[in-house]
């Protein structure tokens, strides 16, 4: 059984930093890109970043291109979001995700193929 879990939400103030991190098992973690998406209240959930399986390409949103930095730990089966430079428009519940492919949908990084979802982690930036 797959199992998708994403840790290190909370609440943060505007300028301040989170890292969020996501372990993945039962599943082959170097065999998949893996991404991190987010949704706000009340709007659908869009792409933040993904990164292939060996760290060789990675996609950024451009709301977070710049202050965002996603990373892998095949070894440790771990995929990681360092968040800086916070702004309250990014308050939503993240997501990590595990798929085939990763591409640009319009100007937001996706996943492709059998897509397996983590059950998400608040983050709350304050003003």
């Known amino acids: 059984q797959v199992q998708v879990v994403e840790s290190g939400g909370g609440l943060v103030q505007a300028g301040g930093s989170l890292k969020l991190s996501c372990t993945a098992s039962?599943?082959?973690?170097?065999?998949?890109?893996m991404g991190w998406f987010r949704q706000a209240p009340g709007k659908e959930r869009e792409g933040v970043s993904t990164?292939?399986?060996?760290?060789?390409?990675?996609l950024y949103a451009d709301s977070v291109s710049g202050r965002f930095t996603i990373a892998r730990d095949n070894a440790k089966k771990t995929l990681y979001l360092q968040m800086n430079s916070l702004k309250p428009e990014d308050t939503a519940t993240y997501y990590c995700?595990?798929?085939?492919?990763?591409?640009?949908?319009?100007?937001?990084?996706?996943?492709?193929?059998?897509?397996?979802w983590g059950q998400g982690t608040q983050v709350t930036v304050s003003s």
């Open positions: 990164i292939t399986w060996n760290s060789g390409k990675i």
């Open positions: 039962g599943l082959t973690f170097d065999d998949y890109a």
């Open positions: 995700a595990a798929g085939s492919i990763q591409y640009y949908s319009g100007h937001y990084p996706a996943l492709g193929g059998r897509i397996y």
